[in-house]
Structures are given as structure tokens and as C-alpha cells.
């Protein structure tokens, strides 16, 4: 179980850089640097390997990291790999976070659909695509009516156009088991809007539940506040009542009476 776990792992690759690189002639590149995330990066031009490890040595002792090998002649940036290794991180995790509700749904109509059955299909993609899903769109054959494969291309075609502005098709239509399919694509900016629409809506969420603490809280601050006055009320009571039983202004004389023999003892 433990190796099967480790063989599952994924393994980061690391670009070839500085010494690494085999390469005699490279086209070097700066980042953005300062340059905010839309900036362009700066082309310095063609070098040999030597004067790009000399260039990155001068920067402060940079790194010459290999980005495309492939590209005649290969293209080599001059970055701290620490920082380009975390950026490459997080455009990872941000391309992951905006796919992970992305899903493919599925359209499926006959070669002889007719017009209104094609609306409710071309209507139903086009819900699914603003979702920010992937279409698959299936034309299915019956019996000997595969022989008619070609009017089912046509009519792959045919709503790829009538979806035209809000996705693309993956390829070309492919035959599979007894139909024919092709996949349709959100554009950029459907899929801009729909991760837009994602982070206003969790916002908004964010915000209600912070409102919500908060009411709670104001709640709990009025029952307190309550509780004090009432207790500040009966005190008052207890005190305005109390002083009428101390302060008796009766006099001796009304106790007692008034008359020559009292008058006589207490003179």
C-alpha cells in the first residue's frame, strides 16, 4: 500500500538551469519585474550560454532557468528560481480553482432533427456553455442510417456556428461506436465571466454570513442591556421606597399627647 502510494505521488520536474542547460545559444528573457502581472517581459535577445550565465551572475547572482527547449533557438529566463518555481505554483492552483466545477454535458439529436428539436438542442448548449461547462454534442445513428455520416458532420458544424460566439469545437467531429460527436469549448471571456459571477457570489456569501455575526452579536448586546436596566429598575424602587420609612417627621408631642402633666415631667 505505502509503494503503491508513493508511485501514485506526482513528482515535480525541475527545468534544467545554469550549468544544467546544453545549449550553446539561448534567447534570453527577463520577468515582469515591476512591471505589475500584465506587463511583458523584456527580450535581451540572443546570447551564448556562457553570456547569459555572466548576465544573470551580474543581476544579482540570478538563476538561468530553461522555459522551452523547443523553440529555435531555446529560450532561457534570467529569474530567482525560488520565485519563478511559487509563481508557476500559483498560476497552478489558480487555473485548478477556476476548472473545478467545470463539467461536460451532453446533447444528442438524430441526423433528421428537425427545425424547432434543433433550437431546444442549440438553446440547451448554449445554457450549459454560460455555465462555463464543456458540450459534447452526439448526432446518433440507427441501423443502416450510418451510411449518412456526412449529414450528421454537416450537422455538428451547424450548431458549432449557431454557438459560435460563446464557444469553439475541439478538433473535428469523430466517429464514435454509432454516432458521430465533436466537444464544444467556452471562450475566455464566457469563462471570465462565469468565474467573475463565481467570486461575486461567494463575496456576497461572505458578506451575509459576516452580517449575520455581527446581528448576533447586537442581539446578545440588547438582551444584556435589558437585563441591566431592569435590575437598575428595582433597585431604584427599593431605594425611593426605603427613605419613606426612615424619614418620620412625627413629633413627641403628637405621639404622646400634649397636657400639664407631660409638660411637668419633660420640663
Known amino acids: 500500500m505505502a509503494q503503491r502510494r508513493r508511485l501514485g ?3 515535480e520536474k525541475k527545468p534544467p538551469m545554469n550549468s544544467e542547460i546544453r545549449h550553446e545559444e539561448l534567447r534570453v528573457t527577463l520577468p515582469n519585474i515591476g512591471r505589475g502581472e500584465t506587463g511583458k517581459e523584456e527580450i535581451l535577445g540572443i546570447m551564448t550560454k556562457s553570456e547569459a550565465l555572466a548576465k544573470a551572475a551580474e543581476m544579482g547572482n540570478l538563476d538561468l532557468i530553461l522555459v522551452n527547449e523547443n523553440s529555435v533557438p531555446p ?3 534570467i529569474a530567482d528560481y525560488s520565485k519563478y518555481r511559487y509563481e508557476l505554483q500559483r498560476k497552478k492552483k489558480e487555473t485548478k480553482k477556476n476548472s473545478k466545477s467545470t463539467e461536460v454535458k451532453e446533447v444528442k439529436m438524430s441526423y433528421k432533427i428537425d427545425v424547432g428539436d434543433f433550437g431546444v438542442r442549440v438553446k440547451n448548449a448554449s445554457k450549459f456553455i454560460k455555465q462555463g461547462n464543456r458540450v459534447k454534442c452526439t448526432v446518433v445513428f440507427k441501423g443502416r442510417e450510418i451510411q449518412h455520416s456526412k449529414l450528421g458532420v454537416d450537422l455538428l458544424y451547424r450548431i458549432t456556428e449557431e454557438l459560435t460566439d460563446i464557444c469553439t469545437m475541439e478538433g473535428k467531429p469523430k466517429k464514435e461506436g454509432r454516432g458521430l460527436n465533436c466537444m464544444l469549448t467556452p ?3 464566457v469563462i471570465k465571466a462565469v468565474n467573475a459571477k463565481r467570486r461575486e457570489g461567494e463575496k456576497q456569501k461572505k458578506k451575509k454570513k459576516e452580517q449575520k455575526f455581527e446581528d ?3 442581539i446578545k448586546e ?4 435589558d437585563s441591566s436596566s431592569a435590575e437598575e429598575k428595582v433597585a431604584a424602587v427599593v431605594i425611593e421606597v426605603a427613605p419613606e420609612d426612615d424619614d418620620d417627621d412625627t413629633s413627641l408631642e403628637d405621639l ?3 397636657d400639664e402633666l407631660t409638660d411637668n415631667l419633660f420640663g
Open 75 to 77: 529560450v532561457a529566463k
Open 222 to 225: 440588547n438582551t444584556f442591556n
Open 187 to 189: 471562450r475566455p471571456d
Open 216 to 218: 448576533d452579536a447586537e
Open 9 to 11: 505521488r506526482e513528482i
Open 256 to 258: 404622646l399627647g400634649a
